[in-house]
């Protein structure tokens, strides 16, 4: 596949054949393929990132919605002269006339034609369209001090022996929205009150504020809600530099990993909007390859190679605290004197128990093909050198390993971009003990750059990216058993082992990440133990953000 945004073609290599040379019959036969993917569409500064209505394989009419304002919150109104439109299609085709800089103030027409001279005719048409969110997304009585838990269209009130009977409200709601009546006017909440919340287009929702008690499913989440998506203009990316993340307090931080430059720049963004909030201290801190968080929102990062101080871990409490050497390793054994640090992960409590894992890169790239375990007792790091495992199959550059608890012989996931393939290995023997199935996604892309794991509500699971160079889903599976990873696309039991399927909510890459890297974070469970937030992270594409939801919505 190849990335279309103008009509510049490279060529790689010529071939040159003799006169009587004959040609293999496989090369006789000119590619019908025609197949248009990963279509996005940005402003002319490069924010945005609006994708199709409809998710692929695309037809013939295609229309993408462009928000009213931009950025959400703003008054700022968009228009549709000057958009910059990009997508993928097959090597041996070509698009006419070419993606790019684009006037959509009306409709435009593309012929894509394969190597064979067959054509697929498209029409993009983009919309300005108003919010439809009309959703109350906090509610608290500002009196009794008592806040509601907002489930589907009821607000729940916890019952209480405080009298609520003569309550002001104050109520936050989706951006652009109006509710009525007002709720900083007085009403009596011991019975039901009604608000009716409009959306920017006239959407209407009505809610009902009543008493009750919000009960949790049995295990696991019920609902995910995307709070939010950023494009890679939208949060200043530049290419193939944001391949981790890591979530502490209200924000999640993103290390620019540019393993040429001297010196490092992390910066972190508000948790709930996304916005840019400030920069880490990185005093001290030499050449930040990647990074992760433990269950407080410690952070941990890892150098690269080329900072030349040996593995280096460095620890910053939050994102206004100063970094301190976590662990250095006595010499370059533990990663062969090869390429390390491309992922982090970290389990447990670093003031407490935790285990950090990291890897090297593979064989098949001449990487030490290693896992580097350290184990943290008590708030100290066991050793300055960690436990270094040999994964017994060779891979690529990228791999994730990560553990599930915070002791050393817990057992722990690997996860491999390229070959594709993710293993359960016993903490214990360091051996494969499940594997997920070759076709564990349908309609794979092909690339798994990382998975992350976390447990919410008495149950397990595995947020696992499916990845190409044009664009990226997150899918979330259910790993209580692990015995049961192995469930394929064709299991009877597979919609209880993938749920949550992220493949029409794909994150496209304008410019192509051919190193096919990304990561996801969670943040912490809310305080009333009903909502995790995971951040979703594309490089050259941006992060999404979801809010998993546990409430029992048939039972108060």
């Given at each position: 596949m190849k990335k279309i945004i103008n009509s510049a073609i490279t060529f790689a290599g010529i071939f040159l054949l003799g006169a009587c040379a004959k040609i293999d019959s496989e090369f006789t036969v000119k590619s019908s393929s025609k197949t248009l993917t990963a279509l996005q569409i940005n402003f002319a500064d490069g924010t945005g990132g609006f994708t199709p209505t409809t998710p692929e394989p695309y037809g013939s009419d295609i229309t993408v919605e462009i928000p009213w304002y931009y950025p959400e919150g703003s008054l700022n109104e968009t228009s549709l002269d000057s958009l910059f439109i990009s997508g993928s299609i097959p090597n041996s085709s070509y698009m006419s006339p070419a993606f790019g800089l684009t006037n959509l103030s009306s409709p435009k027409s593309y012929t894509l034609t394969a190597q064979d001279g067959s054509k697929n005719e498209f029409k993009i048409t983009a919309v300005r369209k108003r919010s439809s969110k009309a959703e109350i997304t906090s509610f608290k009585l500002k009196e009794a001090d008592i806040s509601g838990v907002v489930v589907n269209n009821k607000v729940i009130i916890p019952y209480t022996d405080v009298d609520i009977s003569h309550q002001t409200a104050v109520v936050e709601l989706s951006y652009y929205a109006k509710i009525s009546p007002d709720p900083s006017t007085v009403h009596d909440y011991s019975q039901p009150v009604q608000y009716t919340v409009t959306a920017d287009d006239g959407t209407n929702v009505v809610y009902t504020v009543q008493l009750g008690t919000p009960v949790k499913l049995e295990k696991g989440f019920g609902s995910v809600k995307k709070l939010w998506s950023k494009s890679s203009g939208d949060l200043g990316f530049e290419d193939y530099r944001q391949i981790s993340i890591a979530v502490s307090g209200d924000y999640f931080v993103l290390p620019n990993s540019n393993e040429w430059v001297d010196g490092s720049s992390i910066k972190y963004y508000s948790r709930k909007t996304g916005a840019a909030a400030g920069n880490l201290n990185v005093n001290g801190v030499e050449r930040i390859y990647s990074i992760a968080n433990d269950k407080n929102g410690k952070i941990v990062g890892i150098n690269s190679i080329y900072a030349g101080n040996n593995v280096c871990l460095y620890e910053w409490d939050n994102v206004n605290s100063t970094p301190k050497l976590l662990a250095r390793t006595s010499d370059w054994s533990s990663v062969g004197g090869a390429f390390y640090g491309r992922k982090l992960s970290i389990y447990g409590d670093?003031?407490?128990?935790?285990?950090?894992?990291?890897?090297?890169?593979?064989?098949?790239?001449?990487?030490?093909?290693?896992?580097?375990?350290?184990?943290?007792?008590?708030?100290?790091?066991?050793?300055?050198?960690?436990?270094?495992?040999?994964?017994?199959?060779?891979?690529?550059?990228?791999?994730?390993?990560?553990?599930?608890?915070?002791?050393?012989?817990?057992?722990?996931?690997?996860?491999?971009?390229?070959?594709?393939?993710?293993?359960?290995?016993?903490?214990?023997?360091?051996?494969?003990?499940?594997?997920?199935?070759?076709?564990?996604?349908?309609?794979?892309?092909?690339?798994?750059?990382a998975l992350t794991y976390f447990e919410f509500n008495k149950a397990k699971f595995a947020a696992v990216i499916d990845a190409s160079p044009y664009s990226s889903a997150m899918h979330i599976f259910d790993v209580t058993d692990p015995s049961k990873i192995s469930t394929s696309t064709s299991s009877g039991n597979y919609a209880s082992f993938h749920v949550f399927d992220g493949s029409s909510d794909y994150v496209a890459c304008p410019s192509a990440n051919w190193n096919v890297t990304g990561d996801i974070a969670v943040g912490p469970v809310s305080a009333d133990g009903f909502k995790m937030t995971v951040y979703f992270l594309v490089t050259n594409g941006g992060v999404v953000a979801y809010e998993l939801n546990c409430i029992d919505v048939n039972a108060f």
């Open positions: 670093l003031s407490g128990d935790a285990v950090i894992m990291a890897t090297t890169d593979g064989s098949n790239k001449d990487g030490a093909n290693n896992i580097l375990k350290w184990t943290v007792k008590n708030g100290t790091i066991v050793s300055q050198d960690p436990e270094v495992i040999k994964y017994p199959k060779g891979y690529d550059y990228v791999a994730k390993a990560v553990p599930t608890g915070p002791n050393a012989t817990d057992d722990f996931y690997f996860c491999s971009n390229s070959p594709s393939f993710i293993s359960y290995l016993s903490g214990t023997s360091k051996t494969v003990q499940y594997s997920f199935s070759s076709d564990f996604i349908a309609n794979a892309r092909g690339n798994t750059p």
